[in-house]
Nanobody, 127 residues
């Protein structure tokens, strides 16, 4: 089992920044690729970013490329999502998730690949 707890959400004006954190406990954090997803009311849960076990490879949805940066600290069992130049359309509940992978460079973009999920943190961007 892996427990994931997100933090760092909140209300921010358009153009502002937030940094989300996701603290993991339980099984060895470094054996998981980590992902960030978001879900707006009435919409599907979509991938925002994924980061490999080593942190050396990342994936970003087109909508956030150049604005969001995922990183991880395996010594601290924590994954981060730095969000800059925020837009009202970024408003959603953001979830972190863990996917067991063998390859140290694998990323995962499908929700069904992730076995463990946090409870989510609300991000609201005002115009």
């Amino acid at each position: 089992q892996v427990q994931l707890v997100e933090s760092g959400g909140g209300l921010v004006q358009a153009g502002g920044s937030l940094r989300l954190s996701c603290a993991a406990s339980g099984r060895t954090f470094s054996t998981f690729a980590m992902g960030w997803f978001r879900q707006a009311p009435g919409q599907d849960r979509d991938v925002v970013a994924s980061i490999s076990r080593s942190g050396g490879r990342t994936y970003y949805a087109d909508s956030v490329k150049g604005r969001f940066t995922a990183s991880r600290d395996n010594a601290e069992n924590t994954v981060y999502l730095q969000m800059n130049s925020l837009r009202p359309e970024d408003t959603a509940v953001y979830y972190c998730a863990a996917a067991p992978v063998v390859s140290s460079v694998a990323v995962r973009t499908a929700a069904y690949d992730y076995d463990y999920w946090g409870q989510g943190t609300q991000v609201t961007v005002s115009s």
